[in-house]
């Protein structure tokens, strides 16, 4: 699954995937952004530039909130299934 990361906001911001699933996040912005779970994991990329990724892949069920700390109100969740 990618999540689009694309005029300060994550596209789609609400991601459906199963434990095991990687996503990717991709920078399709000319800012750099980041990837910070808030709630229900725990991960924290680097700044990355446009055409940059990131991913995670899920190992337990739940929902992952998670943000870009480079702008605020920038916020996405992850509803991973079994």
Do not use: I, Q
């Amino acid at each position: 699954m990618t999540v689009s990361m694309k005029d300060l906001r994550f596209h789609p911001a609400t991601v459906a995937v199963r434990v095991g699933e990687t996503v990717t996040w991709r920078n399709d912005d000319s800012v750099d952004h980041n990837v910070t779970a808030t709630r229900g994991a725990s991960f924290h990329s680097r700044a990355f530039g446009a055409n940059g990724t990131y991913r995670f892949t899920p190992t337990r069920a739940g929902t992952v909130a998670y943000v870009c700390t480079l702008h605020p109100g920038m916020e996405g969740t992850l509803r991973v299934g079994k």
